[in-house]
């Protein structure tokens, strides 16, 4: 709970008759970012390396278009 129990908290809550547990869903379970750093890593590599690629191509003085 967010609050401090008090007399009047205590009160609300046996009157209110369920509890506000968080449930974890699946989706949150299978993030990318509960990955280890490498795994991380790995999966932006790819990307990170074709970006640089196609950096390195655009200044290139002879382009291939």
């Given at each position: 709970?967010?609050?401090?129990?008090?007399?009047?908290?205590?009160?609300?809550?046996?009157?209110?008759?369920?509890?506000?547990?968080?449930?974890?869903?699946?989706?949150?379970?299978?993030?990318?970012?509960?990955?280890?750093?490498?795994q991380?890593m790995l999966?932006?590599?790819?990307?990170?390396?074709?970006?640089?690629?196609?950096?390195?191509?655009?200044?290139?003085?002879?382009?291939?278009?």
């Open positions: 709970m967010n609050y401090k129990s008090t007399p009047i908290h205590a009160d609300a809550d046996a009157q209110h008759g369920h509890s506000h547990a968080v449930k974890k869903t699946k989706a949150r379970r299978n993030s990318v970012l509960n990955w280890p750093a490498w991380r999966a932006v590599l790819p990307a990170l390396l074709l970006l640089w690629l196609a950096v390195l191509w655009t200044g290139l003085e002879a382009a291939p278009w």
